[in-house]
């Protein structure tokens, strides 16, 4: 079977797929980089829970974590990767097309 | 809350969606924006200051230099570095930085420093008469703007 010929649903990211890291993965799409904090808050979620998710985003790939400091204050910066945008645009796509049968 | 994710069964993408749950998706990845219009600010002041200081530091380099003031050139070129890395500190308030910003940023600032290396090239090529004043208000004015406009490519990125 071609890709064509698949469903659309077998064409979604396994690890884009997650409610929690897919909001992530939209959040940062739209931005070169975020602040660990202003993801949290845009995604409404815990430190613990964006911290796991961005671990598992991380070794996927998918997101950029830097770690540095403003003045004295320690900030974590998240950057989606290039790898990381392919995977979310071919996503969207997926779901575009399950939306649309 | 409108639009919190969770893994619960039968959310949107935790299991065979439907077109439904596939719409929903797409609207919760349409809506989620990190940038703040303080972030904004912050950026587009960041930007149109880096024209500024530049602008700034060709009028001075003139100003001083013409008259022969090495030490006022000196002066100058130091509040310059202050200058840039007092704006370096603004810039570094801002939470998150749009998309697109970064191209933008950096195409503004080498236009306005090659109009700086071009400025300054042609003002010591003239230096016997040196160039008036206005003349070089004019020339610092048209350095800046690459940055000005870069500044304000920001500023509509907001209302996109």
Redesign the interface.
Known sequence: MTDQQQHARFRLDEVIHAPVRFSIVAALARVDQAEFAAVRDGVQVSDSVLSKQVTLLERAGYVEVKKGYVGKRPRTWLTLTSVGEAAFNEHLLALRAIAGS | ?N?????RPG????S????EQ??S??D???G????TSRDLRVLVAFVAGVGVIVAAILYLSWATLSVGNNVGFAISMSLYAVALALLL?IK??A????????RIYNIGFVATMTLYAIGIGWIFSHQSPWPSASVVVWMSIVTALPCFIAAALVQRMARA
């Open positions: 809350m639009g919190v994710p969770s893994d959310s949107p993408l935790s065979d969606i439907t077109a596939a719409r998706a797409l919760v990845a349409s989620v924006s990190l940038v500190a570094s308030r939470r998150a930085i749009p998309r697109g910003f970064q």
